[in-house]
């Protein structure tokens, strides 16, 4: 698995070489466009780092989860500049990626349910939100996994 900051590092050429126009073009209604795509990312974020924190020093936690759609939307990345949606994705996937690398080996076991689903470990959690960001990137036009 690939770590977040790789991630970041391998997706931002191609990120930083869409113009205004490719990241705000939405291929059908109600499909998002590259700027709602990272306004996801960036959302997911700022969930997940609540997460990991609130994790990594208590074992058996149940949390929220959080309606995407609305989150995108009261973010408002469509209306935003392209630049500004990159440079808040990047800054802020850098922040979590020092966040899971400095979570303690013993809280990785730690167990969580979120939004009423299952139990997961906390490296479960780590892991597939690298997951979950290559996953959206790679619905962004042109670009591969």
């Not at 205004?20 to 998002?32: K, T, Y």
């Not at 990785?108 to 979950?132: N, P």
Request: hydrophobic share 40%.
């Amino acid at each position: 698995m690939a770590a977040l900051t790789e991630v970041v590092s391998d997706q931002l050429p191609y990120l930083g070489g869409l113009t205004e126009a490719q990241a705000s073009r939405q291929p059908a209604p109600g499909v998002w466009s590259a700027k709602q795509i990272l306004g996801h990312l960036i959302d997911s974020g700022v969930n997940n780092h609540a997460r990991f924190v609130r994790a990594s020093g208590e074992d058996g936690l149940e949390l929220p989860g959080y309606d995407q759609t609305a989150w995108v939307a009261a973010g408002g990345y469509q209306e935003r500049s392209w630049a500004e949606v990159l440079a808040l994705w990047e800054a802020y996937q850098r922040q979590i990626a020092r966040v899971i690398a400095g979570l303690p080996p013993g809280s990785l076991s730690h167990t969580l349910s979120i939004g009423g689903g299952e139990r997961v470990t906390l490296g479960f959690v780590a892991q597939d939100y690298v997951a979950h960001q290559l996953h959206h990137l790679a619905q962004i036009p042109g670009r591969v996994g």
